[in-house]
């Protein structure tokens, strides 16, 4: 089956740790993005990859980090940094300036 | 910046009803459109996208209008069903990249559909 897959679904972490969080896709999409999704509200740029080795900030990318070794993994590493940390994180593919998909998203809770 | 309003927040409707969801958009020089659902606790299923150079373009019972010179798109949802409860997110793209492309959301409207 061809998509996108987010791992773990749940993930609990205690302050002033790092998390990375999994984003694999078998799409065969050069684009790659990270959102982050608080209640009640849209969603929001962390970074965007446009192509392998390659990394673009978004909107609030402070207390990120991502990596694009290989066209099918984006990994993002939540840090101590990130003040609010504890949210819905979802990834995202698209083949040039197309259509997005999206994984089922990862919940992060740091306490 | 561009910024995307959807109206209303939450809309409840019994089932059967034709109904109407809202997106506005501040900057209308956008590159496409594209509509969303999330169910909760899920990721987003794409539904359709608007290129900037169309006026509509449909799915089953889904019809979404793109007016640019406006700045509005709206999701009409004919003969509503209780599998249509779920959230529904506009997304704008101000312009294309070399490659892939940045969505600016809204923050949704709550549909629900009562039996």
Known sequence: ?111 | KQEVTQIPAALSVPEGENLVLNCSFTDSAIYNLQWFRQDPGKGLTSLLLIQSSQREQTSGRLNASLDKSSGRSTLYIAASQPGDSATYLCAVVLRRETSGSRLTFGEGTQLTVNP
């Open chain 1, 1 to 111: 089956d061809g998509g996108i897959t987010q791992s773990p679904k749940y993930l609990f972490r205690k302050e002033g740790q790092n998390v990375t969080l999994s984003c694999e896709q078998n799409l065969n999409h050069d684009a790659m993005y990270w959102y982050r999704q608080d209640p009640g509200q849209g969603l929001r740029l962390i970074y965007y990859s446009q192509i392998v080795n390659d990394f673009q900030k978004g909107d609030i990318a402070e207390g990120y980090s991502v990596s694009r070794e290989k066209k099918e993994s984006f990994p993002l590493t939540v840090t101590s940094a990130q003040k609010n940390p504890t949210a819905f994180y979802l990834c995202a593919s698209s083949m040039d300036s197309y259509e997005q998909y999206f994984g089922p998203g990862t919940r992060l809770t740091v306490t």
